[in-house]
């Protein structure tokens, strides 16, 4: 028994495979560079040989780019990231409380009481701390990502970096070179800065509680878990997994769902590696909103439409996010 779970985010897209334990047998992270189909279809060509032969008993999808996903492979359920992270982490520690989630181009706090989720947050305003504003800064001061959080154990001291936006963090960072700090104590003070910019943002007003869980692609670092530890007074749990929890939250959902309705899959397979698909666009004119549809076309067959306000396109499609 096979369970699928693909989570199309704006950096990066996930897809994984587990067995009906949740063990995760492969996961596959993949760039989306704005084009999510693309980036579906090379991961299935990546897992074409491997299981082209295998049946697949339940698919999920999550993420923004969740509902175009679901179209192309055939998803048996949609849902929300926060959702699927909330499952994810409970499917590894059912006494987790809170899970803060800081993926490649936004951040999200979610609080959880007796399993079920009692309140959440994302960022709304600015991408500081995030994953694509790591890698930048990663890439300026010319240090490997991977070991950009190392850095910051190797400081002597913090400095004091403003984290409350991407632009004056990097300028100020910038300024403290000229000064002469070292590369550590830079990225130290940056990692407590970007810490406090989601405490006071995304985490504002939220009442933090143990367990807590630090998932999405910025857990990897090490900086930024130690900064949450210091500033929180805690310990924060890097879960297994933590890169790609929302595509395995879809994938427990999925199965979830297929066991709980006796359904059949709707997954269309791995061939879609090969499919061709089209986009083409018109106008609606049932409404002054005048929205524009795009209709996505798949081996000459009408895949699905996106883009209306109304629903009256996309109910076509037959899903449900």
């Given amino acids: 028994m096979y369970y699928m779970g693909i989570d199309v985010g704006s950096v990066s897209t996930d897809i994984v495979i587990v067995d009906e334990n949740i063990k995760l047998l492969e996961s596959i ?32 999808t999550t993420g923004s780019g969740r509902k175009i996903a679901a179209s192309i492979i055939g998803a048996d359920i949609i849902k929300n990231e926060i959702t699927t992270h909330a499952i994810a982490a409970l499917n590894v520690n059912k006494n987790v409380r809170t899970i803060i989630e800081i993926g490649g181009q936004d951040s999200k706090i979610i609080l959880l009481n007796n399993g079920i989720v009692t309140d959440f ?33 190797k400081a002597h001291s913090s400095v004091r970096i403003a984290g409350r936006c991407a632009v004056f963090a990097e300028s100020d960072m910038i300024h403290k070179q000229q000064l002469g700090y070292t590369d550590t104590d830079i990225i130290k003070g940056l990692c407590d800065a970007l810490v406090r910019n989601y405490l006071s943002n995304v985490g504002k007003g939220k009442d933090i509680k143990k367990d807590i869980f630090f998932q999405g692609g910025v857990a990897a670092n090490i900086g930024m878990k130690v900064s949450f530890e210091n500033i929180l007074g805690c310990n924060i749990i890097i879960p297994p997994n933590y890169k790609v929890m929302g595509a395995v939250g879809a994938a427990i959902l999925s199965k979830e769902y297929i066991e709980k309705n006796n359904k059949i899959t709707k ?34 067959k009408i895949v699905g439409f996106f883009g209306d306000r109304c629903g009256k396109w996309t109910n076509k499609n037959n899903m449900s996010a």
């Fill in 267 to 300: 997954f269309k397979g791995f061939n879609l590696a090969k499919t061709n698909f089209i986009s083409n666009s018109f106008e609606c004119t049932g409404c002054p909103n005048r929205c524009e549809i795009v209709k996505l076309l798949g081996g000459n």
């Fill in 29 to 60: 992270y993949l760039r989306t560079k704005g084009r999510p189909i693309n980036a579906i279809q090379e991961g299935f060509g990546l897992l074409y040989n491997k299981y082209k032969n295998i049946h697949i008993n339940g698919v999920g």
């Fill in 121 to 153: 947050a994302m960022n709304t305003v600015c991408a500081a701390g995030t994953g694509s504003f790591l890698d930048r800064q990663a890439e300026r001061l010319d240090i490997p990502i991977e070991e950009f959080g190392s850095y910051a154990l």
